[in-house]
Each structure stands twice: as C-alpha cells, then as structure tokens.
C-alpha cells in the first residue's frame, strides 16, 4: 500500500490497525511498529484519504472537526464542518452515515475538477457554486467541455482554461440566454477571461440571440462594472461574442470570433445580426491584436450609447462577402454610434462594405495606419450623423466597386458641419474616393496618393454651399481620366499633381490654385442664373464636362490683362457673356461668344479696357 502525500507535504497511507514492519526507500526499516486506526484518524496534521465522493458518503468513521480528508476523484482537500444537513454535494459533501459533513479547501491547486465539473451533461449548478465560492481567486478549468448556461458572476474572479482545448459550451434554448450572465448587479469589478474557448449553438436563420458573456448593470451607467479583461479567448458560433456595457477600463486582446450568428426579419434583408464586441455605454477600452474570421456578421467591433475613448488597434478582419449570407448594406466590421474619441490604427481589414460606419453623433474618429483589402471603402457616414472631425492618415487600401450603393471609399452623404483630413494615404479605387453632399464640411488633403483605376467623374466631391472648403496640398492623382479631381466650392490647390486634365470644378467663387501640374483646368458649374467669373480667376481654362445644357459664364468688366479660356467638352455648348456697355471686338452689336464645335477652344482676352478680343471660333449673337 504505497505513501500518499497531500498538499501540505504529509505523507500517508492507510491500513488496518496493528503491528507492522515499515522499510522506507532508502532501505531503512523498523520493524514491528504498532498502528492504531484510531491515531491516524484523530491527527489533524495530516489528511485521511477516500478514492471517490461515494467512499467517504458511504464511510462509517466519524472524524473530528477540522480533519483534512483529501478525495482523490476531485484532487482536492476538504475540511470537516460539522454535522450534515447543508450538503450541495459540489463544495459541501454529506455523509449521512455519520450524520458529518466536510467543506471545499480552496489552494492555488483547486480546479473545477475540484467540484465536481466533469464535462458529463449540464453542470451549471456546480459551476455557480465554484464561482460564489471562489470570487477573488482564479476558477480554473482543465482541457475538455464543459456546458453550463446564465451564469453569474462575483468581483475578483478569473476565469482561465488551458487554450483552446478548454471549451465553454452554451446550448441556448431562450432568447438572450449567455454561458456567463450577469446584468441585474449595480455593478462588478476586476473579472478576467483568459486562455479558453466559448462555443455557442447559433446558426444561420436562427431568430434568438445567444451570448457568451453579457455583462451590464442597474442603473445603466459608464464605470459600474470596471477593470473586466478578456485575453487570449476564442468564441464561436454566437450572436454576441462580448456583450459588456455600463463599463470602464475593458480589455479584449488576442481574442478570435467566428461564426457570430443571428437572423432578424429575412424579408427585409436582414440576413444577421451577429457581433463579436457589442459595447454599449462604455468608456477607456482597448481592443487589440483580435482575429475577426469570414463569418456572417453585421459588425465585428460595435459602440454606442454616449462611449468614449475608444482604441482599436492591430486587429484583423475578414469580411464576408457572399451575398447569399451577408446583409444588405449592413456588414460593416466596425460601427461607431453616438461615440466620441475613437483611434482606429494598425488594422487589416479584408472585404466587406465601408469598414467603418459612423452613426449619430461620431466625434473625434481618426483612422491611421491601417490596410484596407478589397473592401469598399474605408468610412460611411449614415443620414443621422453628426460629425466634428474625422482624420484618415497614412492608410493604404485597393477598393473593389460597390455593389451596394454606398459608392465612394469615403462616403459623407449626410453628414454635415465637420473637419475631415485626408493625410498620407496610398488608394486605389473604382470609385469616389470621397463624397460628402452636406454644407459645412472643411476638407483638408495633403500628400496622398491617388490611382483611380477606372476613369472616374470626380475623385472629391464635395458640396456647393460656400460654407464647405477644401484645401489640397502635394498629393498625386493618377488615371483621373477625363473626370475631375474635385468638385468644391471654396478650394485652395496647390503642389500637386495629376495626368488628368482636368482638375476641378467649382460653382463658387473665391478660390486660388498654384504650382500644379499640369496647371489647374477649372470647370465653374451653371447655375440656374449665369455664373458670374471674377478677375481673380483670370488665366484659368473652363470647361463643360458634365453639363446638360448650355453654360453662358458673365464676364467681368473688360480689364487690361483679364483673359479666359473656354473649352466645349460636352454635346452642349460652352461660352461667355458681356458686362454692361463691354463689347467684343469681332462681334458688332453682339453680347454673346459661344463654342459650338465639339473639342473647340476660344480664348478671351482683354488688351484694351472694355473691350474683349476672342481667339478661336466662336458663335456671336445679342
């Protein structure tokens, strides 16, 4: 009967009273010592030790108080209490016999094995019982799967496995059912997750909703539940991967979500709703170094509800893009709604629609450094957002077109009143690479890159109000082809280049272009009324790409040195009016000069005050 030892370095073994000759290892014996069941029984300083829980229950040996028995099916030490009567079986073990209960020993060496928790059906019961036990400790679990469902949680608890051969399995049956559930406490406070595996049952077409960990409070409010970490964890097969909100200080790294599932209303289009972080009214998080697989999702990484600081970084996301799963205009990977200071920095993103969607009050979002992947775009602005700014430097990114009618890489349509900057980028695109259709937008553009791989109408296009600017500043635009490089109104362009030919077009005044090459062809869209040149433009070439019907521009006073240039570039016409009593030299009594010929030029010019001599072939009338 070999020595047995217990975590307290006692050695031990068990035999029937009486006479005994005992040789130790090192060949040193004493012969004929005498053992009394009753003394090893009776000494506290070491643990008596039953193979199973059914040995001990089924024992007839009443032991003292405080007598360590070790069971060796739980590898663990147990205390005894008192008398029986309060058994859980798990933590608290009766034995009736005797009527003599013992009590759970936590160490550094405790397990759920400790407990109970085999892996052998349900064992949620069990497993609340660690945890309530446990709190401030770490809850281990070893290799294998485990199924447990709505869990709660305790401040000071560390769920940790051994990778992803420890699996935390959910069979959800009810809408919103989560292998961890805590959402009624006011609030919880240093929990961790690491190195294991949550495994859900949501499929594709399936309404409910199922979570790994959902975590909130009541009242609802940033910062009651604080310091909760998830490190290392990998989940699949849910609606909700980490669903945490009412927190300050989360953590989620090298974290890996697969298969985030959940079918909504199919006759809308909404093929899923799924998400691997959904962080509601939250504050200081960091979400880093993650792997998003090619699962159907609807967002990867979704804020909202008044949360700030927000830090993405060095993540990867593989999009989905089989239409047959994805949702209409739906699978962005990151949605940013009604959150302030966001840092989007060092992610691969690969497919999918806009990668970023911003939402409802999106304020202080800077997207840096990050490689974009035959996406679609880089940011979407929906029709509620309000924005204030909006910074995208040093990305490189190749677009597909769009398919679904968000267009443009960088797509404002709605948004109105806020500062974008547009620094150092490297883009390839069949699109846009910019649209915003509101006032008030201030665009600043320095030293991108630029290659439209297909031909496009403009590479910015921005508003006509007079209240939207932009300023563009050493950046190189290549295959623009016969389109624009923006449409704006109020428009500084200076240092850059383009083998396009044209350059801009701009409905309003006041705006200035030099040291670009080639130089600045500028096309002055009509308006309903006749577009009113200024001396300031003098020099620049206009054309009428783009125009449906005829464009008559109103000259300024005839001043020496005043010249203009006119191109018809569209099947309608292109031409020029005089002001007051000016006249044109060639043309009589008539007021007017228009290009009829497709491809032809006229050059407007003034060496004689009040009167305009034209080089070309125009058409006069009155």
Not at 247 to 256: T, Y
Not at 272 to 298: H, K, N
Not at 344 to 370: F, P, R, T
Request: aromatic share 8%; glycine share 10%; with cysteine.
């Amino acid at each position: 009967n070999p020595f047995l030892t217990d975590n307290y370095g006692n050695y031990s073994f068990k035999v029937d009273g009486g006479t005994y000759d005992i040789v130790s290892a090192s060949g040193v014996s004493e012969v004929g010592v005498q053992i009394q069941q009753a003394d090893i029984i009776g000494d506290l300083s070491q643990a008596y030790i039953f193979e199973t829980v059914a040995e001990y229950k089924a024992s007839t040996i009443v032991f003292p108080i405080g007598k360590r028995i070790h069971l060796n099916d739980r590898d663990a030490d147990f205390t005894v209490a008192g008398l029986s009567g309060i058994s859980n079986d798990v933590s608290i073990i009766d034995n009736t016999i005797v009527s003599q209960s013992i009590s759970i020993i936590i160490t550094r060496s405790t397990t759920v094995k400790s407990f109970g928790i085999t892996g052998v059906g349900d064992e949620s019961a069990a497993t609340q019982i660690a945890i309530d036990i446990f709190a401030v400790t770490d809850l281990r679990y070893g290799a294998g799967t485990f199924t447990a469902k709505n869990l709660t949680l305790k401040s000071g608890l560390t769920i940790s496995g051994t990778g992803e051969d420890t699996v935390l399995n959910l069979v959800g049956t009810s809408d919103g059912d989560s292998f961890f559930k805590d959402i009624s406490k006011t609030g919880m406070y240093d929990i961790n997750f690491k190195n294991l595996k949550f495994k859900g049952n949501s499929t594709y077409l399936q309404a409910k909703a199922y979570n790994a960990v959902h975590i909130a409070s009541v009242p609802a409010a940033i910062g009651a539940n604080r310091n909760i970490t998830f490190d290392s964890v990998t989940f699949e097969k849910f609606a909700r991967g980490v669903y945490v909100s009412s927190a300050r200080n989360l953590k989620v790294n090298n974290c890996k979500f697969f298969e985030m599932l959940q079918t909504t209303t199919i006759s809308s289009g909404e093929l899923t709703r799924g998400y691997g972080i959904l962080i509601p009214l939250v504050r200081d998080v960091t979400i880093q170094g993650c792997y998003f697989a090619d699962s159907v999702m609807r967002h990867a990484i979704y804020t909202s509800s008044a949360s700030e600081n927000i830090r993405i970084l060095n993540n990867e996301f593989k999009v989905n893009d089989n239409d047959t799963y994805r949702p209409t205009g739906y699978e962005h990977p990151i949605k940013i709604l009604e959150t302030e200071n966001v840092l989007i920095q060092g992610n691969i993103i690969k497919g999918g629609y806009q990668s970023v969607l911003l939402d409802n009050i999106a304020k202080g979002i800077i997207i840096d450094g990050n490689i974009f992947l035959n996406t679609e775009g880089v940011v979407y602005a929906s029709s509620t957002s309000l924005l204030d700014s909006v910074k995208v430097t040093n990305n490189v990114g190749g677009f597909q077109a769009s398919t679904k009618a968000r267009n443009h890489v960088m797509n404002f349509s709605a948004a109105a009143g806020f500062k974008l900057s547009v620094l150092g980028n490297d883009f390839t695109t069949n699109e846009r690479l910019l649209h915003t259709g509101s006032p008030d937008v201030n665009l600043i553009a320095n030293s991108n890159n630029v290659t439209c791989a297909t031909a496009t109408d403009y590479v910015f296009y921005m508003s006509e109000a007079i209240t939207s600017s932009a300023r563009l500043n050493g950046n190189t635009f290549i295959g623009v082809g016969a389109g624009h490089v923006i449409y704006s109104s109020k428009l500084t362009l200076t240092g850059n280049e383009s083998d396009g030919f044209n350059w801009v077009e701009i409905p309003q005044r006041g705006s200035r272009s030099s040291g670009n090459t080639p130089s600045t062809a500028i096309n002055y869209k009509n308006q309903t009324s006749a577009t009113n040149l200024e001396e300031a433009h003098s020099g620049e070439h206009i054309t009428n790409i783009g125009a449906t019907s005829n464009r008559i521009h109103h000259l300024p006073s005839a001043i020496k040195g005043l010249s203009y240039t006119f191109t018809k570039l569209a099947s309608v016409n292109i031409g020029c009016d005089v002001d007051g009593s000016d006249t044109f030299r060639a043309g009589g009594v008539n007021t007017s000069a228009t290009v009829t010929a497709l491809g032809g030029t006229a050059r407007v010019f003034c060496i004689e005050d009040s009167v305009w001599d034209i080089e070309g072939t125009v058409v006069y009338s009155v």
